[in-house]
């Protein structure tokens, strides 16, 4: 089965995801479809609620789109600042908001704890795309996108084209 991208302004994306209790085959299933729709979408990671599941699940794979070598499955997963990490400025986009990108400050270094689809506990520390991207997945598990980030004026902006879009869909 291949799950649908839910897209913003689905009001879905802005809830908050319930942890999980237990890792049963039907989470082992979804995290199967969750990467098949990653990959299909030539993303490089994809959270449960992007596929309308709110549930504390993502998918991680920078190799991609090129490669797909390096898939990582995090259940559960948080993140903390390494000491003196600092911050990072980097353009990001989304499955869940197509066709637009942004500018996003995040923290340049994030040590992260998870666990496995087996249940086994991860940890180890990200930096450069690997923990941008583990601090965008987790947001959409929090209830945030990336545009929530954003400044005021470039969310106006985004609005803006996003219902002169809207408008020029029902036109045609």
């Known amino acids: 089965m291949s799950l649908k991208i839910v897209t913003y302004p689905n009001p879905l994306l802005g809830k908050p995801s319930l942890p999980i209790t237990e890792v049963t085959d039907e989470i082992r299933k979804l995290a199967e479809e969750m990467t098949e729709a990653m990959y299909k979408s030539d993303g490089i990671g994809i ?25 990582m499955v995090l259940v559960n997963p948080v993140w903390t600042p390494l000491p003196d990490a600092g911050y990072v400025e980097s353009e990001e986009g989304c499955l869940s908001v197509p066709d637009y990108r942004s500018k996003v400050r995040r923290t340049a270094r994030v040590h992260v704890e998870a666990t496995d689809l087996d249940g086994n506990p991860v940890s180890f520390d990200a930096d450069d795309i690997l923990a941008i991207c583990v601090q965008h997945e987790i947001d959409h598990l929090d209830g945030k996108l990336f545009i929530d980030r954003i400044s005021r004026l470039k969310r106006i902006m985004f609005e803006n084209k996003l219902k002169k879009g809207t408008r020029q869909s029902q036109v045609k």
């Not at 609620?49 to 390096?70: A, N, S, Y």
């Open 47 to 71: 959270a449960a609620p992007q596929v309308g599941q709110l549930i504390r699940l993502v998918i991680i794979d920078v190799t991609g789109p090129e490669k797909r070598e390096g898939k």
